[in-house]
């Protein structure tokens, strides 16, 4: 039963940042892909960032590159958000999310692509 568990949500004013963790457990799998999405009231879901096993490839949504950094650490099976700059536009539920690899370098950013995903934790941004 694989699970990831999600912390680091919170309400911070606009310009502030936040760090966002994931850690997963009960994997069966060796190699993975993780990601970041996020959805707003009455919104659908939408990509944030991903990263490869390797943590060498990392892919973002434009309105967020620059601003966010997306971290893996395998031997904790976590992956993290770094978000700086943060505006009320980016106030929203952020899910984790993982899917399994075959190989070091693949990266996803296709929500339906996703096997298994956290319980979401809020941000919210004030103006």
């Known amino acids: 039963q694989v699970q990831l568990v999600e912390s680091g949500g919170g309400l911070v004013q606009a310009g502030g940042s936040l760090r966002l963790s994931c850690a997963a457990s009960?994997?069966?799998?060796?190699?993975?892909?993780m990601g970041w999405f996020r959805q707003a009231p009455g919104k659908e879901r939408e990509f944030v960032a991903t990263i490869s096993w390797s943590g060498g490839r990392t892919y973002y949504a434009d309105s967020v590159k620059g601003r966010f950094t997306i971290s893996r650490d395998n031997a904790k099976s976590a992956v993290y958000l770094q978000m700086y700059s943060l505006k009320p536009e980016d106030t929203a539920v952020y899910y984790c999310?993982?899917?399994?690899?075959?190989?070091?370098?693949?990266?996803?950013?296709?929500?339906?692509?996703?096997?298994?995903w956290g319980q979401g934790t809020q941000v919210t941004v004030s103006s």
């Open positions: 999310a993982t899917k399994r690899s075959y190989w070091s370098e693949a990266y996803s950013y296709t929500a339906k692509e996703y096997d298994y």
């Open positions: 009960e994997l069966t799998f060796s190699i993975y892909v």
